[in-house]
Each structure stands twice: as C-alpha cells, then as structure tokens.
C-alpha cells in the first residue's frame, strides 16, 4: 500500500512504484527522482502508467519521514544500528540533503531547543519545540555514522554532550531515540571510562515503548530532565 506524504504542491506528487510498492513521492522533496524522471522522459523510456525503480531499502519509511520529519524514522525503523546504516546510506544515495549544512554545534543548538522558557502564570517566553529537537537527533545520528569530522579527538568531547544530551531527556526523546544515538556513537567514537560512566547515568533499556507514545506535538508537557551539565563536560 502506498505511503501517503505531507504534501507541499499537488502538482509535485508523483506517483512512482519503487520495487513491487507503488507510492505517492513528493519530487520536490527527492531531486534524485525528479532527475530519474528526467532522464527517463528525455530517453523516450516509457513511464506509463507509473514509473518503474527497482527496489530501495526502507523507501516506505524514508518517503514518511523526508515529508513529515526526520523524527519520524526513529518511529518506524527496526532497532538495529546496521538498519540505520543502510537507512543512513539510501540517504545519500537518494541525495537527500539530511544536515542542510550544519555542523555538531548547529545540532546541539536545535536539540536543546526541546527546552522550554516560558511563564505560564503571564504567558510569556517560549515553550520547547520538541519536533524540532526529535529532528535534530536524526541529524546527530546521521553525522555520527556518515560525517566526517575535522578532529575525531577533539570533536569527540562535543559529540559526547550531544549524545548525553539526548540520552539524559526522556521526556523528550523516547527510548528508541536514545538507544540508536547512543549506539551510534559508541560506534563511531573511542569512549573514554568517564564518559561511559555519563551514559551509564542514564540507562535505556527496559520495557519497550509504543512508537506512537512518541507522536507528541509542541503543546504537549515540557518535562524534560535537566542535564545543562552534559553541554559543557568533557570526556
């Protein structure tokens, strides 16, 4: 069945069977499609009724969660590293473009963002903006498996208070979330007995949690543990 997107522009929703599913694909939101029909017209291939790709990895989830928002393949994938690597790397074969040039630092800005300053007794300040922290942790993880650092020694120490940043949330990043970004870091980075110890703080495991307990919007309860420590530790 196929997986319907948020749509941006009617007239930008094609549809494409990818494998044996056919699906309602935003080509805006996926220039390697909008090129593959492209050089598809331009060949005199024939695209009726609906265009043909061959398979591609986790493309139900990939075409939900590139409409609607990263934090959503936290909700839909299996809980395995290597599934987020082979998600990771359909990624960039598909040419979406998951970090929009942003660095570590710009990453941790957006995660911390779940974070609210705001008065409910005058009604001033703003609450956390916990969809855009969601997101932000998609993007920590991507770079954890696919970035590439300028200094893995030196990056490290910020990498490990995004990473216990968002294992030290969970009212704001479920357990799905905290486990895959804490396992990709793990991975990618050479942990010192200190910063495992951090980590350890903050255990994952447990009973598992509906996905959908995750579905929560920006008006839902700003809880959140607060960690503002696990910004400035070092390893």
């Given amino acids: 069945m196929a997986t319907l997107p948020r749509k941006s522009s009617e007239a930008s929703d094609v549809k494409i069977k990818v494998g044996e599913t056919e699906h309602l694909v935003n080509i805006d939101d996926f220039p390697y499609f909008k090129a593959f029909l492209d050089f598809q017209q331009k060949s005199g291939q024939d695209t009726t009724p609906v265009p043909t790709h061959g398979d591609i990895p986790f493309f139900d989830v990939i075409n939900y969660g590139v409409s609607n928002g990263f934090r959503h393949f936290f909700r839909r994938m299996p809980v395995q590293l290597s599934d987020y690597h082979t998600l990771c790397e359909t990624l960039e074969f598909l040419t979406i473009d998951v970090l929009a040039g942003q660095k570590l630092r710009d990453i941790m800005n957006d995660l911390r963002k779940c974070k609210s300053d705001y008065d409910e007794y005058d009604g001033t300040g703003t609450r956390g903006q916990k969809s855009i922290a969601r997101d932000a942790a998609f993007r920590l993880l991507y770079i954890f498996l696919l970035g590439e650092f300028e200094s893995e020694v030196q990056d490290r120490a910020m990498a490990y208070n995004a990473a216990l940043f968002v294992v030290s949330h969970p009212g704001t990043f479920k357990q799905r979330t905290r486990k895959m970004v804490r396992e990709a870091f793990e991975e990618r980075f050479l942990v010192t007995e200190k910063q495992k110890k951090g980590l350890d703080s903050w255990p994952v495991s447990g009973p598992s949690e509906d996905p959908e ?23």
Wanted: glycine share 0%; net charge negative; aromatic share 22%.
């Fill in 213 to 235: 307990d995750d579905c929560t919007t920006e008006e839902d309860s700003d809880y959140f543990v607060d960690s503002d420590y696990a910004y400035w530790s070092s390893d």
